[in-house]
């Protein structure tokens, strides 16, 4: 079975620091891709950053970053120069093959304090 | 906008009464997916459409729970004879098939259903 494991349910940080979001995942396939999203508390639902597995370069979206480790299943989040608005909860989601479903980890709620 | 939409935003029912949702995805997307999310969760996969055609469905998806997508617009799903482990958001995302966006799912503002 295809698994996703976000081992940290809570975290906090500091305005302008930096913070990292854990992510594993199972997968037998070789050819993924790779997602954060984040969901601010009733609010919708919006990507962050995405990962395609077959490209050896870690994505970049502006503040966030990603760790990205293929053999060791591991696809973390990095976020940089934290910001009030970036406090929501924020899942990985790997999507394992074209026009199938995501698989979505429990979460990991972010909150920032000024 | 054109985003995701969903009608309605929230839904109350009494336990055994019929509920349908409604998603209209956007509108070059022909891939169309429904998810349910509970309190303090991830969502979870339901059933996938590509254009009208029903490619996927998961175990969650019991015999009370119907989806369609006529004419592979907008897609509906109904609940039968709902019961209170019923109570979720429902979410429904698309995906376009080719171009820059290929793969990513985008997502509506769900329908929180609760079932008293």
């Known amino acids: 079975a295809q698994t996703v494991t976000q081992s940290q349910p809570e975290m906090s940080v500091q305005e302008a620091e930096t913070v990292t979001l854990s992510c594993t995942y199972d997968?037998?396939?070789?050819?993924?891709?790779l997602f954060w999203y984040k969901q601010p508390p009733s609010r919708q639902m919006i990507l962050v950053i995405r990962?395609?597995?077959?490209?050896?370069q870690n994505a970049t979206e502006n503040r966030f970053s990603v760790n990205f480790q293929k053999a060791a299943k591991s696809f973390s989040l990095k976020i940089s120069d934290s910001q009030l608005g970036d406090a929501a909860m924020y899942f990985c989601?790997?999507?394992?093959?074209?026009?199938?479903?995501?698989?979505f980890g429990k979460g990991t709620t972010l909150s920032v304090s000024s | 906008d054109t985003g995701v939409s969903q009608d309605p935003r929230h839904k109350i029912t009494k336990r055994g009464q019929n509920v349908t949702f409604r998603c209209d995805p956007i509108s070059e997307h022909n891939r169309l997916y429904w998810y349910r999310q509970t309190l303090g969760q991830g969502p979870e996969f339901l059933t996938y459409f590509q254009n009208e055609a029903q490619l996927e469905k998961s175990r969650l998806l019991s015999d009370r729970f119907s989806a369609e997508r006529p004419k592979g617009s907008f897609s509906t799903l109904e609940i039968q004879r709902t019961e209170q482990g019923d109570s979720a958001m429902y979410l429904c995302?698309?995906?376009?098939?080719?171009?820059?966006?290929?793969?990513?799912?985008?997502f509506g503002p769900g329908t929180r259903l609760t079932v008293l």
């Open positions: 990962q395609e597995a077959y490209k050896q």
């Open positions: 995302a698309s995906s376009p098939s080719e171009g820059l966006s290929y793969n990513e799912q985008f």
């Open positions: 989601a790997p999507l394992l093959g074209a026009g199938t479903a995501l698989i």
């Open positions: 997968t037998s396939e070789s050819d993924y891709y």
